[in-house]
């Protein structure tokens, strides 16, 4: 059978290594499983995308669609037209798009009106309830058109039986992204910049922001910034720029020694740094998974998160969007009171396999 494997932007690229890897494992045993990977190239920048490819050893794309920046529509109607071309030219058997990106979506649609493609959701099923992002729509209107969820959580296996899904079509196997943290763990390096800035082992913050809610106005993205550094008692803030955000930060002056505006870092620098900060704030979905599961102190600037477990099980806490949260944090997180977290169920690393022996059992090939 042939797997179309889709990635657009930065998380795709981690959630995908390990599920090409369990491909070809399984079929170094004779199973005839075989992946054609896709790139759609909604991310482009080295740093967002070739330099992933490198770190995490994924092989070349066998298809970039190139289809740049744009609006939502744009990007969706580009991605859509590229994609309908390659099926209609070498069809698939399975399309299996992962996490919530407008290339989840636009693939999914694409697949499923050419020849009924079956579709896999990895990741399918998480809800934040809050439509104003894109991300929300994109993950509603992938799973009404989905024909196997695989799923991070129970919560999410909940979310998909109350939309009238059946049981058998859905299966708990757990995270991807985790199978790459675990695998590349003791690959982590730590970047020239520690000796630069003169970090000390949970002696410093890690922060991201890139959601259009905090970031595509100035003055909202601005104050952000201001109450985080204030409130870190001079300890040092590393702050790796997102693109989106890269474009308002241009011309914004903000004068704190402890804050450094870096370039996005590769994953096994940035993670490195994660593992040894005192906290994360973001508002980055996978890196609350990530913090969770390195026990790391995660607070995250939304009012809603799709993956509850980081907050239930994990270090994860919700302050919002108002700056005004942040401070009490901090004191919080500074005073030791933070919440130590577990690993949600079936975050183990070994999700990838599950996968591809569900797809092995569904295809009839084992
Ligand atoms: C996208 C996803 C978001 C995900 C994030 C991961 C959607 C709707 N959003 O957001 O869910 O959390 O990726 O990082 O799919 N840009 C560059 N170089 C690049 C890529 C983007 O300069 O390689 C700039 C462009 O100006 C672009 C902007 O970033 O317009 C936004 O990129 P886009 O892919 O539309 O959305 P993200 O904010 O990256
Ligand atoms: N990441 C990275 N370098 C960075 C910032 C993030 O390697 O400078 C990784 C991070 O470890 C995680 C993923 O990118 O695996 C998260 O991507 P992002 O926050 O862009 O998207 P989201 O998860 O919010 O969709």
């Known amino acids: 059978m042939l797997i179309d494997i889709i990635a657009g932007a930065r998380p795709n690229f981690i959630k995908i290594a390990p599920i090409i890897e ?14 054609r990977l896709v790139h759609t190239g909604q991310h482009y920048d080295k740093k967002m995308s070739g330099d992933f490819f490198e ?15 744009g609006t939502q529509a744009e990007q969706t109607g580009r991605i859509m037209i590229g994609y309908e071309k390659l099926l209609l030219d070498t069809p698939c058997d399975l399309c299996v798009v992962v996490g919530d990106v407008t290339s989840t979506m636009a693939c999914s649609i694409a697949a499923k009106k050419v020849n009924n493609t079956k579709v896999a959701h990895v990741e399918g099923g998480i809800r934040s309830g809050d439509w104003t992002m894109p991300e929300e729509i994109n993950r509603i209107v992938t799973d009404a058109i989905t024909d196997y969820f695989f799923t991070t959580s129970d919560v999410a296996n909940n ?14 196997v757990g995270n991807t992204m985790i199978d790459t943290l675990y695998k590349q763990m003791p690959r982590f390096t730590k970047p020239e910049l520690w000796n630069r800035f003169g970090l000390i082992e949970k002696g410093y913050i890690m922060m991201t ?10 003055e909202k993205l601005k104050e952000l910034i201001t109450e985080i550094v204030r409130a870190s008692q001079g300890i040092p803030v590393i702050f790796p720029v997102h693109p989106r955000t890269a474009k308002m930060l241009e011309n914004m002056a903000i004068n704190a020694s402890n804050l450094h505006v870096i370039d996005p870092l590769g994953y096994l620098e940035f993670n490195y740094l994660v593992k040894n900060a005192k906290a994360v704030i973001t508002d980055s979905g996978g890196i609350t998974e990530e913090a969770t599961v390195m026990s ?3 607070m ?7 993956r509850p477990e980081t907050c239930t099980v994990g270090t994860n806490e919700l302050l919002g969007t108002d700056p005004k949260s942040i401070a009490p944090a901090f004191e ?7 919440k130590k977290g577990a ?19 569904i295809f009839g090939l084992s």
């Open 55 to 69: 770190q995490l050893g994924i092989p070349a794309p066998h298809h970039n669609l190139e289809v740049g920046s």
């Open 22 to 35: 369990a491909i070809e494992a399984i079929r170094a045993t004779g199973i005839d499983m075989n992946y």
């Open 332 to 338: 919080k997180l500074f005073s030791g009171q933070w």
């Open 300 to 306: 995250t600037l939304r009012d809603s998160t799709e």
């Open 296 to 298: 790391v102190p995660c």
């Open 209 to 218: 922001l890139h959601r259009p809610a905090n970031v595509d106005d100035k």
């Open 159 to 172: 979310n998909l039986r109350k939309a009238g899904i059946a049981d058998s079509q859905v299966f708990f």
């Open 343 to 361: 690993i949600p169920e079936l975050w183990d690393g070994k999700t990838s396999g599950r996968i591809v022996k569900h797809i092995a059992r």
